[in-house]
């Protein structure tokens, strides 16, 4: 170090410090400020009091697809902020960096947008902070930001699972109540069948054992005629149970999805007068009317599902028509449709009572202490269905019913099909 020393006559010998070292630390601090910019991840440039750059760092730069020697003495509210994320202009009064050098306020913003060269953005959160010399007047502003897209994209992804969770809830809470709703209707319909299986058993049986009885105690004073009624009483009561416990069944194998459907080619026309002949479907006033303008109908179906179909309507028919009323087994080919219709002059089925017509154990309110068990009808819609058919009443009270059977002639491939011992069960 070289020292430099002069002398007065009335002033002691004095040396001067040499401003080289100052220059040499001043320039260190000045390239450790400089690594320690180039090494920061998040984007930093300062602004003097016009807005313009004075320095950047070189992850700013990147950012936005700018050299660093680009951008110094540029505004660089024209470079990177000049528009809202929807394209809009941004304009520069209303920008909250340039408020840091206007009123010495610290601005934080999360939910802008800065442009790359290339007229592309993306997300970012920012601070700017002014920047004050050594008497305290503001110079400027410092202004650091992140690119936050990956954020974002990760709150996006987080936001649409909690929205695809709390759909998830949704739906499981739905399925909830509808499981528990169904099961208050499986509670409700098994004290249903109890109390109607019950009341259905109940008086057959009491017939049975009053028959049985009667035989017991005058077998002896009995004529062979009436041993013979007390006999076909018991019959037609084993008969009637039998036919109860037979539609259970069905109605099991039903709702199982058990049953299937075995369509062959079949005469409708010689099919219906057969079924009419049979002794139950007898009535000496006023016998069954079948109407067909076609002597030959021939239609590829299940036979047995529709004798069950026919069977059912045609028993109705009969329980809830007076012996006197007309009933109407109807029979029409329709383009590629089988319209079968079975109409009486009955009770009616009251309006209220349409809406549950084909649910299980359901009984009109109007049939007083006619026999049933409301289980036909339900029958009778499911073995519809099953051969791609549609079912359709029209009723008024004390004028009557209509139930139409839509059939195809040909109906589509179907699944397994309906096993002989379910269907003898339907019959």
Sequence with gaps: MTEHYWTTRSQPLTRTPDPEPFVQELEQLRR?????????????????LDGNVTFVNPAAAAMIDWSVDELIGKSMHAVLHHSHPDGSRYLREECPIYRAFQDGS?????????WRKDGTSFPVEYISTPMH?????????????????????????????????????????????QVNHQLRELSEMRSRFIALVCHEFRNPLNNIALSVSSLKRYDTQLSLAEKNDYLFAIN???????????????????????????????DLVIFCQDLLAEHEFHRL??????????????????????????????????????????????????????????????????????????EPFHRGRN??????????????????DLQ??????????????????????????QGPTLGPESLDMAK
């Design 236 to 266: 037609a009561n084993v008969e009637r149970m039998t036919k109860i416990v037979d539609d259970i069944l069905v109605i099991g194998k039903i709702e199982a999805k058990v049953l299937e459907v075995a369509p062959t080619p079949l």
């Design 106 to 114: 610290t601005q934080r913003v999360t939910n802008e947008v800065f």
């Design 367 to 384: 049939v007083s202490n006619i026999p049933g068990t409301g289980l036909g009808l339900s029958i009778v819609k499911q073995f519809v």
């Design 133 to 177: 010399d050594e008497d305290g007047h503001l110079v400027g502003a410092v202004v650091t930001f992140r690119d936050i897209t990956q954020r974002r994209w990760a709150e996006e992804i987080l936001q649409r699972a909690n929205e695809e969770l709390e759909l998830k809830v949704l739906e499981r809470t739905a399925k909830l109540r």
């Design 285 to 358: 006033e006023s016998p069954i009317q079948f109407v067909c303008r076609s002597r030959k109908l021939l239609a590829a179906t299940d036979q047995r599902l529709l004798r069950s179909v026919l069977s059912n309507l045609l028993s109705n028919a009969i329980r809830y028509t007076p012996d006197d009323k007309p009933i109407y087994l109807k029979l029409a080919k329709r383009q590629n449709q089988i319209i079968i219709k079975v109409q009486d002059e009955g009770i009616g089925i009251p309006c209220e009572d349409k809406h549950q017509l084909f």
């Design 388 to 413: 791609q058919g549609t079912l359709k009443v029209v009723s008024k009270i004390d004028k009557g019913t209509t139930f139409t059977v839509r059939l195809p002639l040909k109906p589509m491939s």
């Design 32 to 48: 450790q400020h400089q690594l320690i910019l180039n090494a920061v991840g998040e984007g930093i440039y300062g602004l003097d």
